[in-house]
Every structure is written in C-alpha cells, then in structure tokens.
C-alpha cells in the first residue's frame, strides 16, 4: 500500500536536535516512509492521497509502559479496547511493563517464562486499532539464572523488568539485570515506593547499583522517591529516566529542570503507566506533553521527542522519527474547535490538548477525520483520493 499525506503545515521529525523537516508531504510505502518534503508531481501511484490542510504531522507516540494482559483488556479496570482507544489519542507503539496484572500470575521462574513468551506471541500479530504492542516482558522472580534469559530471549522475548519479585531486597535484581542485558534484553525496574502488595520500594542507592536501562516512572508510580535522589540518578547513572502520566507531576517537572541542566536530554522519557488505579488514560501521552510544554522551558518539539523519538532510541525500535526508511506510523494534530490557538504546536504549548486528526500506523490510515477521543480539529483533514474499497474516516466517532 502507497500513502501519501500532502499539504502539511509543519512536520515535527521527534529528534529533538533537529526537530522540524522543511516541506509539506511525507509519502509511505510497504510500511515505511520513503520521503519526507516536497510533494512529488505526480501522485497516481499512491493508493491514498489524505490532504492535511495544514495540519501538523508528528510521529506516533511510543507508551513505553502500558499494562497488558491477553488481548485488548484490562482486569485491573474490567475494560475491554483500551489499546485501540489509545491510536485514538495517538498512540501508535506500546510497550510492555510486565504482565503483572494477569489474574493468578505464575511467580515460579518457569511460569514468568511461560507468560513472557506466551504475551510476546500472543501481540506479534495482534494490532489493536493497527497498534503495534511490544508485549512479553519477564518479571524477574528469584531462582531464575543465565540459562533462563538465555533460552527466552531465543524464543523472542527481549524485555525484562524488575521490582515485583519476591526478593529480599532490590540489591538482588542486579545479577539478573546483567544476564538479561547480556542477552539482548532491555531492562526496567520500578521506581519509587510499593505499588502493589509484596513489592518493596526502589530508590537512587538500588538503581545505582543495580543498573538497569530505564527507571520505569523515575517521577512516581504513583509515588516519588526523596528529592534528594533525583540529582544522583541524573548525574551518577546512565540509566534512561521515563516519566509517566500516572506518576507524580512535581516531580517530572524537576526532573527536567535536572536532565536539561546535565545536558542529559535524550534519557528523558514519557510514558503512561496506565491502565492501573490512575485508570484509563487514551491522552495520557498527550497531557504529559502539554504539563511539560506549558509549565516549564522545555519546547514543545522536545517533549514530542521525549513521547517518541527518545523511546524510540532507548528501545532500538525503527518508529519515533519521521524520516525516509522509518516505520510509518504518523498522527495528525491540530488545534481543537473552540480552543483559543490556531495550530497544533501552539495548543500544546498553552497546556491545551491538540486534536488528533488522522493516525497512520504501517502506512495505513486507521482513521481520517476525527478522533473520538479529542474534539474536532480546525482543518478539514480528509482523505482526497482512494483507489481502494475502504472507508477510512472517523467522521462517525
């Protein structure tokens, strides 16, 4: 399938270094883009030519901490299409925190591994509204040793997160943290104070010597470590620093101030932690952008980086840019109806939400139009030809 996507008004890459791409269209093929800039002259080749009418083109958000289960349904909230209500507010790639909240968890080293490969499976082909979920995280448990990240990264799984294991104390998740890195894996550990019954609380001292690649919800999930360890994981650590929605909001905003000042910005991640007792968030990505546009300096193209290109950076995975040879999974924003801004950019700097008005995910448009999650846009984004038999608008959510 060829999409092309024409008459943007700006086009925000997610690297924050060099944040806009001049031009006004972005063509995608066989799942990638394969230009970024001025439309070609001719078009007929393309399947679906959608016309922005000045909207703005950003990549798909990267939830790098969402709580999957089995399908596109949450126990935790008894909510069946959370995933696909999520493209809706522009989510395009989600990422496993574990699958804790699969009711009757195995918690003995060969169920963790059978639930790990088992999720992973389940979500290689299962899109929820054409999302992609990198689904299969293994719960680090004691008794697991190097032969078990051995034989379930062969099998495909390269998550692993720590903090809800039955360890004595966070200091023992550090061998298993060096074996699942040793075998591929990207490692996260739970940050802060126990969230759920039986896990214990994570500060600066644990992560520091434990070493994982991300401290999940660095800023609370839901609370915060002591102020006093945020500069020392900032400034005595590599480790990738995720904010989240979900998470204490004092605390994302010092953490920035902090990330800025140690010329540290690629390690600043947002992310969700949802669905859990904070609910279900379909803009949570979304209003982490605006907190941070609007109540501190960060430029809004930053906190868009921080939503994508960052995570994208930190989990080696090919989406989070807009650039030739990239996953094509692409959201249009633009200001709401009724709001008091004219553009995208300037409704998220003003700690307004933008409109989401088309999702591409693989370059197919999920919707066109219309989220059901935002109100209206400004511009009439519309699909101006198809040559397919589909329907592509969202005028009816």
């Known amino acids: 399938m060829k999409t092309a996507i024409v008459n943007l008004g700006t086009i925000v890459t997610g690297d924050w270094r060099d944040p806009y791409a001049p ?17 070609p002259t001719n078009l007929r080749d393309c399947d679906v030519i959608v016309d922005a009418d000045g909207a703005t083109a950003i990549p798909g958000f990267i939830d790098s901490q969402i709580h999957n289960t089995f399908g596109d349904y949450t126990p935790r ?4 299409g959370f995933l696909e209500s999520y493209t809706h507010g522009g989510t395009t790639t989600a990422i496993s925190a574990s699958e804790v909240h699969v009711p009757g968890r195995p918690k003995d080293p060969e169920g963790v591994k059978a639930l790990a490969v088992a999720a992973h499976k389940c979500f290689e082909s299962f899109r929820p509204g054409g999302m992609r979920v990198h689904a ?56 802060g104070g126990s969230s759920i019954p039986g896990s214990s609380g994570i500060w600066a001292d644990h992560l520091i010597s434990i070493q994982p690649d991300v401290s999940f919800h660095v800023n609370g999930g839901p609370v915060a470590m002591p102020d006093e360890d945020f500069p020392r994981i900032v400034n005595e650590s590599k480790i990738a620093l995720q904010v989240c929605t979900a998470g204490n909001l004092r605390t994302t905003l010092l953490l920035w101030k902090l990330a800025k000042e140690a010329g540290q910005i690629d390690r600043y991640l947002i992310a969700t932690d949802t669905p859990t007792g904070s609910g279900i968030m379909p803009l949570g990505m979304m209003y982490t952008i605006t907190h941070l546009a609007s109540l501190t300096d960060m430029p809004v193209e930053t906190a868009i980086a921080a939503a994508t290109g960052n995570n994208a950076v930190v989990y080696r995975l090919n989406c989070g840019f807009l650039r030739p040879g990239k996953d094509a999974d692409v959201v249009l924003l633009d200001a709401c109806v009724g709001g008091s801004k004219k553009t995208a950019l300037d409704a998220l700097r003003n700690g307004d939400i933008a409109a989401v008005g088309a999702v591409f995910t693989d370059g197919v448009p999920r919707f066109v139009g219309r989220s059901r999650n935002t109100p209206s846009p400004n511009r009439r984004i519309r699909v ?14």
Do not use: N
Not at 136 to 161: C, H, N, Q, T, Y
Not at 178 to 188: L, N, P
Not at 384 to 397: K, N, Q, T, V, Y
């Open 77 to 80: 909230q008894k909510t069946v």
């Open 23 to 39: 031009g006004d269209c972005l063509v995608m093929e066989h799942g990638k883009i394969i230009s970024v800039g001025t439309a």
């Open 136 to 191: 299969g995280s293994v719960i680090m448990e004691p008794g697991l040793v190097e032969s078990d990240f051995e034989e379930i990264a062969r099998k495909g799984v390269w998550l692993a997160k720590a903090g809800f294991g039955a360890v004595k104390t966070p200091y023992e998740y550090g061998p298993m943290i060096a074996w699942a890195r040793k075998h591929g894996m990207v490692t996260m550990v739970h940050t």
């Open 384 to 397: 101006a030809e198809c040559r397919l038999s589909m329907d592509f608008s969202g005028l009816a959510h």
